[in-house]
């Protein structure tokens, strides 16, 4: 059997070019939004070197830490969930790929015929031989073996920009991981400097309990000497009571902060080692913001977006050349006959078979239209993401930076408030001793220097945070 269709390309080519209808709308364009600053903030000039091409084991000098995040890559599931969809876009890639191949396969099949005797195969079949004396069988079996062959002739070049965009994809998914890596390990840093803040403020918390167990225990003396009341009794008693609830409360949030920081780490509840010593002694890492247009190159989230916007406008490409002829090449080539023994006897058995189609599409292109308005939407919608990820990215830096600088005059005028606090105590224990005061400047004195120290540590633990922000803010940690 052969069969040659290569005519049908005039024919369905002429219709083409004959037809207005094979024009392909025009894709509509955007333009980005204003250049990056120069700066962050009001700075003109900045140095270039940048804290984010630190390795994350360089940034971090707490060796505790390093090893929670270190479990962390190895556990953390959604981690894990963001190297599976690194694996289907690569799976993408290769059925993108194997598109721009011709599918080739083997047959194999058996059937049995009955035509009417009153038809023209019919016909032709009862007054045919098969071999002189042998008439053509009826009802007709049928026996085939045959390698097939199909393909795609790529002439817009729809499958190889179909491919290109599944790459850009898989590399936008590595970013995303990337991206995930950044913000788990400041996360964790996160998690793990409010533990360090909350065992502080649990020290804190226990050294107030006994200044204010020993203020009682003196209002008490006094009472009997006839120099105080009841009611200042009273009112120790229950500022006590206050601080040992708060204590509880402290404890609390330390047993919910170490499920937080083990969850992120993929196990279950463990103490968390740490150093509950000198929390107030840690100095926020030194941090380099270099310029602005390097979060081009170091944000994640950044390229991830910029990657997505390419496959999208590739993606436009595909949904163009829809519109143009596509050209298919379809082979066939093996053996048939109606009985399996005649399988084999050459030339007679072989069949083969070439054609070549060529079709565009002319009338009724509605779902074509609407594939390439969907995606030419999703171009645009590709490009305003790609352009907001950029804003959000310096402006967290710049919120970033400010922070820092602003957290560090606040943390020393809250450090002299501390130390001027710390010596009312013991001013106002010696005249309460004396007499001089009452009990009650006693209280609030005890009341504003715990409510001082606390807010300290929630100072110290804003200014670690903010330095790890902007180590994340800037595109670190994830190489």
Not at 392 to 410: C, M, R
Request: charged share 25%; net charge neutral; hydrophobic share 40%.
């Amino acid at each position: 059997m052969y069969k040659v269709k290569l005519y049908q390309y005039s024919i369905a080519l002429g219709l083409c070019l004959a037809v207005a209808g094979c024009k392909a709308p025009a894709a509509e364009t955007a333009s980005t939004s204003t250049p990056v600053p120069e700066a962050f903030g009001s700075v003109k000039s900045q140095d270039t070197t940048n804290t984010s091409t630190l390795k994350w084991k360089d940034f971090f000098k707490d060796q505790n830490l390093v090893e929670l995040i270190d479990v962390a890559l190895k556990n953390n599931q959604e981690l894990n969930m963001t190297l599976q969809e690194i694996e289907i876009a690569k799976n993408d890639i290769r059925v993108r790929k194997g598109a721009l191949l011709p599918t080739v396969g083997v047959r194999a099949g058996a059937g049995i015929e009955k035509v009417g005797r009153y038809t023209s195969q019919g016909a032709g079949d009862a007054t045919t031989e098969i071999k002189p004396g042998i008439e053509t069988p009826d009802p007709l079996p049928d026996y085939t073996i045959a390698a097939y062959a199909n393909w795609e002739v790529d002439i817009w070049k729809k499958l190889r920009n179909s491919k290109k965009a599944a790459v850009n994809r898989y590399l936008a998914t590595v970013e995303g991981k990337n991206f995930v890596i950044t913000n788990l390990i400041a996360e964790i840093a996160d998690n793990y400097y409010e533990l360090l803040a909350l065992d502080s403020q649990l020290e804190i918390v226990k050294q107030t309990i006994t200044l204010q167990t020993n203020a009682l225990e003196i209002v008490k003396i006094q009472k009997q000497a006839a120099r105080a009341t009841e009611l200042g009794v009273q009112k120790f008693q229950a500022e006590v009571l206050t601080s040992k609830s708060l204590e509880f409360d402290i404890l609390q949030k330390i047993k919910e902060n170490e499920n937080k920081i083990n969850f992120l780490l993929g196990r279950y509840p463990q103490d968390i080692k740490r150093d509950k010593t000198n929390f107030t002694d840690l100095l926020p890492a030194a941090v380099n913001s270099g310029i602005p247009s390097q979060l081009l190159t170091n944000r994640p989230d950044v390229k991830q977006a910029e990657l997505e916007l390419v496959a999208a406008k590739l993606d436009v490409k595909v949904a163009r050349a829809e519109f143009y002829p596509s050209l298919d090449i379809s082979a066939a080539f093996g053996v048939q006959a109606f009985k399996p023994s005649y399988l084999f006897t050459f030339p007679e058995s072989i069949l083969y078979s070439l054609a070549g189609d060529i079709a565009a599409p002319l009338i009724n292109r509605n779902a074509i239209k609407a594939e390439f308005s969907s995606a030419n939407a999703r171009q645009l919608q590709a490009l305003y993401n790609y352009d907001r990820t950029i804003l959000n990215a310096y402006l967290e830096v710049s919120t970033q930076l400010s922070k820092i600088d602003n957290l560090q005059k606040g943390y020393d005028l809250k450090s002299q408030q501390v130390d001027a606090l710390n010596k009312s105590i013991d001013v106002s224990n010696d005249l309460f001793k004396s007499a001089r005061v009452d009990y009650f400047e006693v209280l609030m004195t005890q009341r504003d220097a715990l409510e001082a120290k606390l807010e300290l540590i929630d100072t110290k633990k804003e200014q670690l945070n903010a330095a790890v922000h902007v180590y994340r803010d800037l595109g670190g940690g994830w190489k």
